[in-house]
Every structure is written in C-alpha cells, then in structure tokens.
C-alpha cells in the first residue's frame, strides 16, 4: 500500500481497468465452461474450446504485435475494449432471436478470442509507458497480476448465481459493461512524455511487416538469452492452462469431492492475488538473474506435492503455493521483457511471447488431456519434473550465465 500511494493518477485507472476487464472475461468463461458442460456433460468440450482459443491467438499474433509497433497502443486498446462490448452486445440480441444458445456463445467466443492478441500486445506496451509516479514497474506488473486474478474470481462469483437461476443475459450484459468501463479508463491515461518513435510504414504494408518480423527473429537468434528468455515467461501463462485442465479431475478423483473444484480454483486466485508480497520480500531485493529460477521451482515442487496429498486442507496449501510464485513469476519475467526490448520491438515481443503460449498451449493440452484420463499420478509427476526441468534451465542460463 505504500508503494500504491506514489503511484500516479493514471496507474489508478490502468488497475482500474484491468480489475473490471478481467472481472468481464471471469463471467464470459463461467458462461461458456457451465452451458458447455450442461449441454454436453463433459469437460472435453471445453478443452476444445481453450483449443479454439489458442489457434486464434496464435494465427493473429504476427499481425496484432506488428501493428501494436507502429500505432498508438492506447487507440488500440480502446478499440478493442469498444469491440468487445459491442460484440458481447450484439450477442445478447443474437441470444434473444436464437434457440440454439450454444452456436451463439462459441461464435461469440470466436470473435472476441480474434479481439484479444490486439487488447494483449497494446497492453504490454501500455504498462511500460504510462506514467507512473515513483511507482517501479515490477511492483506496476505485481498490480496488474493481482488485479487480473482478483477481476475474474470476482466475475465468477457474480456470474454464479446469475447462471443459476438462468440470467444468462443479465451476466452478458455486465460483461459488457465492464469493457465499455476499461475503454473509458484507457481514454484518461496519461504517457511519458518520451513518445515511441514510430516504425514507417511503406506502400508494401504485407513486406515491410514481413521485415519487420525478420529484423526481430534475426535478433533474437543471434542473442540466444533474449530468445531464450521470451520463451521461459510463457511457461507459467501453460501452467495456468494445465490447472484449469486438472482441477476437476483431481479434486473429483484424489480428493474425493467434486465440489473441491472451488475451494482448488479459489486458492490459486488467492496465492495469484497476493504475488505482490512475493516480489516485495524476494524479488524486488535481487536482481532478475539471481531469483528468475525460483517461481517454477516452487510450482513443480507444489505440483509433486499435490501428488502426496488427499487431504484438501494441505492441497489447498499446495496451490497456494502455486498461485502465489505463478503471479511473482509471470510479472518477473514480463518486467524484465519490458527492459530488455526497446518501444519499436515491445509490441512485437509480447504477441511472439503469447503465440509461444498459444503454441504450447496446443501441444500441452491433447497429450495431458490423454495423460490425466490415462493416470492422473503420471500426468502430475511428468508436468512436474518438465516445470523443473525449466526451473534448471532458467538457473543455468540466467544465473550462471551459460550463454
């Protein structure tokens, strides 16, 4: 709270922002992972949907980092909140014509997972250039995770009980709002008055993106540690993606309970909520080479002892633990992205970091969704030991400066 206060007025309303964003995407997902569920009582089709989600994100990355680089990432971002609202509106119409509410929803779904790489790669350049007062930017990306964790488990507590007595629209309605509110906020942002040189642009818009993309790649090619680097930061964006894939499982199969799901998914919101104590204690004390290892360290630990355990007092513990180095994590390795890259590059890096994420994405979530049928131990303890395997390599590579 202390360092809250030498913020400055923008930071409040980017939080703001992104607290009620976030709280829009935790009612949309309830939305579609109950319906889902409901219509077809398996969880199969929602991991086809976190499919459908990552091959979108993946196809329109090159696009969205590019044209993050040479336009005004603020005008994006407030285009694609406004579209986002607007959709989700026209949504509500669509559901009020329709009787097949399932066909809406995925097509909804469709169009604003081909929104978001463009809301992303506007974002991450947002941050770093927004003023912030005295505010450092690794406590700013501690914030923001917080508040991207704490948005969607207060959308899932709101949407709850709209679902269950049948307000589907009511839900969607709210989710609209909470774009249009994001849009406004990002309109009163205020900017280092350092402005990004902008990349020109030639007639041969399709080449010179091309260029571009070549320029970036070559770079990181020739320094492997800046490759390297952007993809370990999408490693924890996958465990997230693994969590929501096992939860049910595993409190359905090793804790006995089904009704678990909510205590395992509530804790690790909370652990992601409170990530900013991490970095106050630990990360902001040391220098990024020195501590990157140490958040998949604690996860694959916490994943082995999830293993170990039935009891879901001590699981509860376990992922915690995960939440709360999973948040650390991800804002260590984004802040330290956002210092190694220049303004021209920073929207290219964060699109290529999450079509690494999507990528991944879709190569984790067949083989583990087959694992966790197969064996639920084993899928746990292979998950477990690639996390390490990470956490080692990120030793290596940053601390000891293998490269």
Known sequence: ?????????????????????????????????????????????????????????????????YIADIKKP??????????????????????????????????????????????????????????????????????????????????????????????????????????????????????????????????????????????????????KKLLLLVFFSSIDSVIVAFINLMEIKYATVILKNSVYLTALDGFFALGAMLNFTIIYLLFERFNFSEVSWSGLFFQALAFIGLTLTSSIYIATIFIFIIGIFNGASQSLFQTQLHTSFDETMKGKISSLRDAMVAFSNLIMIPVFSRLLNFNLYIAFWIFALCILASSISVFLIFRLKML
């Not at 007025?9 to 922002?17: A, E």
């Not at 409901?38 to 990355?61: E, H, P, R, Y």
């Open 74 to 223: 603020q005008f994006i971002s407030e285009i694609a909140d406004s579209l986002r609202g607007i959709m989700i509106i026209l949504g509500i119409i669509f559901l009020r014509l329709s009787n097949n509410i399932i066909v809406v929803l995925m097509i909804l779904m469709l169009i604003l997972n081909l929104i978001v790489p463009f809301f992303r790669a506007a974002n991450f350049k947002i941050i770093a250039s927004i003023q912030r007062g005295s505010l450092g930017l690794l406590p700013l990306n501690g914030l923001r995770s917080s508040l991207n964790q704490s948005g969607q488990l207060l959308g899932v507590a709101i949407a709850t009980p709209l679902i269950a007595f049948n307000l589907t629209i009511p839900a969607l309605l709210i989710d609209a709002l909470t774009f249009f509110t994001s849009f406004i906020c990002t309109i009163f942002l205020k900017f280092n008055k350092e402005h990004p040189v902008q990349i020109k642009v030639s007639d041969n818009k399709l080449k010179k993106m091309y260029f571009e993309w070549f320029k970036l790649l070559r770079a990181l090619f020739i320094s």
């Open 1 to 65: 709270m202390k360092k809250l206060k030498l913020a400055s007025s923008s930071v409040y309303l980017y939080l703001l922002g992104t607290f009620v964003s976030n709280l829009g995407d935790g009612i949309f997902t309830l939305i579609i992972s109950k319906i889902l569920y409901d219509k077809t009582g398996s969880v199969s089709a929602f991991g086809l949907v976190l499919i459908i989600q990552n091959v979108a994100s993946f196809m329109l990355n090159l696009l969205a980092g």
